[in-house]
């Protein structure tokens, strides 16, 4: 079955870096859009960065310039390296994979940017 596995998040201070891993099984990776979104506490799940089967990405106006989404086709893995990072990226990240006209979500990961 299909499944996205989130690692990477945790706590770092304000202007600090992370970098979240999305490890995908159980459908042909190269041909899935791949997205990554947060969701904060009492807030809508928002879409963060999504990069396309050719490559192409965009990103949300609050992290343009600080995001950068890849995907890796060989491992079947996506990422989200993620500076200069502020309070208000604090967030549960989750990584999205379409396939075959389906959603399909991991179980996030928490990030905390706090000093």
């Known amino acids: 079955q299909v499944q996205l596995v989130e690692s990477g998040g945790g706590l770092v201070q304000p202007g600090g870096s992370l970098r979240l891993s999305c490890a995908a099984s159980?459908?042909?990776?190269?041909?899935?859009?791949m997205a990554w979104y947060r969701q904060a506490p009492g807030k809508q799940r928002e879409l963060v960065a999504a990069?396309?089967?050719?490559?192409?990405?965009n990103y949300a106006d609050s992290v343009k310039g600080r995001f950068t989404i890849s995907r890796d086709n060989a491992k079947s893995t996506a990422y989200l390296q993620m500076n200069s990072l502020k309070p208000e990226d604090t967030s549960v990240y989750y990584c999205?994979?379409?396939?075959?006209?389906?959603?399909?979500w991991g179980q996030g990961t928490q990030v905390t940017v706090s000093s």
């Open positions: 159980g459908f042909t990776f190269r041909f899935a859009p």
């Open positions: 990069i396309t089967i050719g490559g192409s990405t």
């Open positions: 999205n994979a379409k396939s075959f006209n389906t959603d399909y």
